[in-house]
C-alpha cells in the first residue's frame, strides 16, 4: 500500500511540476513578446521625435535667415526703401 501511495505522490509530483514549468515558459514568452512590443514603441516614438526635431532645425535655420535679411535691410537704404516701397 505504501508503494502505491509512493508512486501516485511520484506520479502526481511529476504531472503539477511539468505544468508549472509549462506555464513559466509561458510567462516568460508573454512577458518577452509583451517588452518587444514596447520596445518597438519607443522606438517608433524616437523616430517621430528625431523628425520632428529636424523639422525644427529647419524652421530654425529659415528664421535666422530672415532675421540676417530683416537685420541687412535696417542696415541698407536701397533695401529699406524696397521694403517701404510695400508699405
Not at 30 to 44: F, G, H, I, N
Amino acid at each position: 500500500m505504501r508503494k502505491r501511495i509512493a508512486f501516485i505522490s511520484i506520479v502526481f509530483l511529476f504531472a503539477f511540476g511539468w505544468t508549472v514549468a509549462a506555464q513559466d515558459v509561458s510567462s516568460r514568452q508573454d512577458a518577452t513578446t509583451s517588452l518587444k512590443q514596447q520596445l518597438m514603441d519607443v522606438k517608433l516614438k524616437e523616430t517621430q521625435l528625431r523628425m520632428c526635431l529636424e523639422e525644427l532645425d529647419e524652421a530654425e535655420v529659415g528664421i535666422q535667415c530672415i532675421q540676417g535679411y530683416l537685420l541687412e535691410a535696417d542696415k541698407s537704404p536701397a533695401i529699406r526703401s524696397h521694403i517701404g516701397d510695400r508699405d
